[in-house]
Every structure is written in C-alpha cells, then in structure tokens.
C-alpha cells in the first residue's frame, strides 16, 4: 500500500508566478489536511478536505491560497502571486474515514517551495 | 483551543544515554496527543498516540510517553539513545470532537553523540 504522494518535491517559483501543489492520500483514505512548516518552526494546520468538500479552513491564509479534493484525482493546493514570505515546506496528510476512532493522520514527503 | 509547548528546541544526549523530550499541553476538553518524528527532508512518521485508552503509551523504536493530567504532560522517553533517533521530534494535540486538525509544538531536535 503506497504512502502520501505528493509531487513535485521541489518547487521553485519567481514572485507573483502561480504554485500547484498536488496530494494523492493513501489508498482508502477520504480525508485529507494541508501543513505548513515554516524554516525553524513547527506544522502550522491550513485547511481540511474530505471529497469534494472543504471542511475546515480556519488555517488557511485569507488570499491568494486555495485548496480543492476532487472527486477523482488529487487534492491541490494552490498560491496565486507568490511572495517571498510563502517560501516554506507544505505538508498533506491523510488519514481514513474510521466512526468512532482516532484515526492517525499519515504524513507525506512534503513539498518544498522556494519564492526567488 | 488547543495547544502544546515543547521545552528545548534542542537536546543533545550521548549514545546509550536516556532521551527525554518535554511536552506540555493545553486543552479544554480531554486530548489526544502525539509524538512524531521528522527527519531531515521527509514528512512526519508517528511515534505514538494517546487516546485515552491508558496512560503510559509504548510506540515504536522503543519510544514511550506517559500523559500526566495533573501535570498537563505528556514526555516522550527512550531508555537509551542509539545514533539513528538524531531526528527531530514533534508532539500534537488533537481535540475530541469534530476538529480534527493537530496543533503541533515548534519541535525539538535531538542530536545522539557517539
């Protein structure tokens, strides 16, 4: 059973260019979150995915960030008109639809985007 | 809302020594918390989990925590360090509920020296 992918590893962007950021959760899995793990600090929560609906955004910055999970394909997250300051490694994790139970989120290899 | 503090942003033990890594948490409603760990350039692999289900919690690579509610912590412990724990290391809280997002603590990297 594969992991979290998600591609590119690397992504590097001039400012004001647009960043596509792609997820693909494990196998069976239906939810998915997005981090952002600025340099010297810890996973900031962004937003929460399940299937064609966002659930929670509360972590999302308020313009140019998007975040979709299609019904078919990958979950994206997108930056319009890249900044400097959005240079970070972003992180999606996935876990499965389980009632009742704390499920573990399973983490993949992140995406590190540099602003030049 | 929730929150976790980690004490030292670095800890440098010697092979063989015991690890100890320090989270404290705050929550208005009974937590669940983690440990992961990152190492250089990949994503986040989970070390343990509690939920509730007992306080002294054993993961993998023999890592163990045990969540004090009267002291709010929940400290990761390793009898004895070998080389390949250099990593860094994340605890996160999750409240119960609908919110599922984890809160995590800004880490703390620790270096095993030989």
């Known amino acids: 059973n594969a992991g979290v992918m998600q591609n590119p590893r690397h992504l590097v962007r001039r400012r004001g260019q647009e960043a596509r950021l792609r997820c693909s959760p494990m196998?069976?899995?239906?939810?998915v979150y997005w981090y952002r793990q600025l340099p010297e600090e810890g996973l900031k929560f962004m937003v929460y995915l399940q299937k064609e609906n966002i659930i929670d955004e509360s972590g999302m910055p308020k313009e140019r960030f998007s975040a979709e999970f299609p019904k078919e394909g990958p979950s994206i997250l997108r930056i319009q008109q890249v900044v400097r300051g959005d240079s970070a490694a972003y992180f999606c994790?996935?876990?499965?639809?389980?009632?009742?139970?704390?499920?573990?989120?399973?983490f993949g290899p992140g995406t590190r985007l540099t602003v030049l | 809302a929730q929150s976790v503090t980690q004490l030292g942003s670095h800890v440098s033990v010697s092979e063989g020594a015991l690890v100890l890594l320090r989270c404290n948490y705050s929550?208005?409603?009974?937590?669940?918390l983690f440990w992961y760990v990152q190492y250089p350039n990949q994503g986040l692999q989970l070390l343990l989990k509690y939920t509730s289900a007992a306080t002294l919690v054993k993961g993998i690579n023999g890592f163990e925590a045990e969540f004090k509610k009267s002291e709010t912590s929940f400290h990761l412990t390793k009898p004895s360090a070998h080389m390949s724990d250099a990593a860094e290391y994340f605890c996160?809280?999750?409240?119960?509920?609908?919110?599922?997002?984890?809160?995590f603590g800004s880490g703390t990297q620790l270096t095993v020296l030989p």
């Open positions: 196998k069976g899995h239906s939810h």
């Open positions: 929550s208005s409603v009974p937590p669940y």
């Open positions: 996160a809280v999750r409240g119960s509920g609908s919110a599922r997002q984890l809160t």
């Open positions: 994790a996935s876990s499965p639809q389980k009632a009742g139970a704390v499920d573990e989120q399973f």
